[in-house]
């Protein structure tokens, strides 16, 4: 099984600044990796797939980079409805689908 | 507009039964393969269980294998959970998500969620 890192846990910012986070896989998962935004009380939203293509609808501030075992999201300013949990996920390896614990960005 | 809805949650004792399902609409369900994503309260996000667009394909999660089954009704746009012999450990919401192919895939939709609680 492929386990997913993320890092860091909790990420303070304030609006307008950027936002790093970061996704490590236990092995390479070539570009098979996905980041979710997840809002209190709501299911998660697909943001990123194939490590760097945005989802439909999702805004040109969501980036995403990397391939094989080191990932980034980044969110070039932030805005007020940007604060949540993302979390990555990998589709490389299945069964099972794996998923990061979660970084949680939170308004500084 | 791609809509899934989730139902069928709730409280059940240890050892007992409840069976999900998920309503689709807004696709052509059959070409998309279809999973159970679950949240533990407070927790992150868990994979289930998938299966491929023509219900020919399934796969669990180790923890789930031989308790739950999943199934999809192509006829009704309807994916299903059967969950037997559950544990206080499977207290989670339950979310339905579309997969961006129809064998594998992220998954792109989710429904709202419908939580499932285990205890006596």
């Known amino acids: 099984e492929i386990v997913l890192t993320q890092s860091p846990a909790t990420l303070s910012l304030s609006p307008g600044e950027r936002a790093t986070l970061s996704c490590r896989a236990s092995q390479s998962v070539s570009s098979y990796l996905a980041w979710y935004q997840q809002k209190p009380g709501q299911a998660p939203r697909l943001l990123i797939y194939d490590a760097s293509n945005r989802a439909t609808g999702i805004p040109a501030r969501f980036s995403g980079s990397g391939s094989g075992t080191d990932f980034t999201l980044t969110i070039s300013s932030l805005e007020p409805e940007d604060f949540a949990v993302y979390y990555c996920?990998?589709?490389?390896?299945?069964?099972?689908?794996?998923f990061g614990q979660g970084t949680k960005l939170e308004i500084k | 507009e791609v809509q899934l809805v989730e139902s069928g949650g709730g409280l059940v004792q240890p050892g007992g039964s409840l069976r999900l399902s998920c309503a689709v609409s807004?696709?052509?369900?059959?070409?998309?393969?279809m999973s159970w994503v679950r949240q533990a309260p407070g927790k992150g996000l868990e994979w289930v269980s998938s299966?491929?667009?023509?219900?020919?394909?399934?796969s669990y999660a180790d923890s789930m294998k031989g308790r739950f089954t999943i199934s999809r009704d192509n006829s009704k746009n309807t994916l299903y959970l059967q969950m037997n012999s559950l544990r206080a450990g499977d207290t989670a919401v339950y979310y339905c998500?579309?997969?961006?192919?129809?064998?594998?895939?992220?998954?792109?939709?989710w429904g709202q969620g419908t939580l499932v609680t285990v205890s006596s």
């Open positions: 299966i491929s667009g023509s219900g020919g394909g399934t």
């Open positions: 998500a579309k997969g961006t192919g129809a064998i594998t895939g992220f998954f792109d939709y």
């Open positions: 807004g696709f052509t369900f059959s070409h998309f393969a």
């Open positions: 996920q990998q589709r490389f390896n299945w069964p099972p689908y794996t």
